[in-house]
């Protein structure tokens, strides 16, 4: 029998950045399932749709169940009352696509049998990033990668481009546990220090989950990565060690003026693009909880 399977994100903040869309799937379906962080959340969830049920019991914290079983196990909770014909709303932290492996995985073998499955975006922790940071990908460009694949991969990377590393408090876990890891913090900090000056400013970040709560936004000499008070929802963030010019041979390629590319010195406020005016803004010194050391920002 046919079954119908939408899968929402409930944004990074508790209830409010739910979407109109993804509140009224979960309001009509006939089965939710959520993986949320927040208490609040759970609980208005529950109380948004009575059949609201918690997959984090698949996990099985302590007992070297690999998380990759924990996935495939919520994938098929989530796809049996679908398969029974069902409409099933699945909601996720965040936006319910990014690193999030039984979302996709649920969404494909819905369709793959047949049954009408589709996911709706919502805020995820990069988007508070930016907000919260105070940067534009769109100069001079992001890098973005898991942390445990980062190390493994050791995908090249450029000085020049912001990074983010998400889960930076599991590198290297691949079974969940209790508590969150340090032990592969030291891997990661050698496989940075590869391109970056083991002074150069790091930021650990914990978007939060409260308007009337400031984010975490702890700044730190990278060679320190280590000794950082990090948890399950850090992410590292990176900014530019240099300034990242445009090449005066491409600008004529493509016919662009360089003192009309924002990029160029015209801009004259001495920040690299990707800084982060977040961390230094001076009317939320509450934000920062370290100082950026002068190497932050290599000479232009
Ligand atoms: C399984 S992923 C889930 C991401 C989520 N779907 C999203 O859209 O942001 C978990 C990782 O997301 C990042 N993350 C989760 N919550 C966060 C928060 N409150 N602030 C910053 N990063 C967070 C961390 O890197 C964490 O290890």
Redesign the pocket.
Known sequence: MNGKLTVV?TG?TAISQLTREAEHCLFTADKVYYLV?DAHTETFLKQLNASAECLKRHYEPGTGKPRLWAYQDMVEAILAPVRKGLSVCAA?????????YPSHEAVVQARREGHEAKMLP????????FADLGFDPALPGLQTYE?TGFVLLKPAIDARIPLI??????VGLLTPEPTPSRKNLEALTDTLLQTYPSDHDAVV?????YENVA??IHVFPLCELARQDIN?????YIPPAMRADPDPYRAELLGVRLTDLSLSRRQGSGRIPGQAYGLTHPEKPGWVTGSPSPHGSAPA
């Open positions: 994100g990074m962080t996720f932290y965040g936006h319910p696509g990014v690193f999030v919502g805020i995820s922790a990069e988007d508070m990033l942390a590393l998400w889960q930076i408090g599991v970040y914990q978007a939060s989950a984010p975490v399950a929802l850090s992410t590292l």
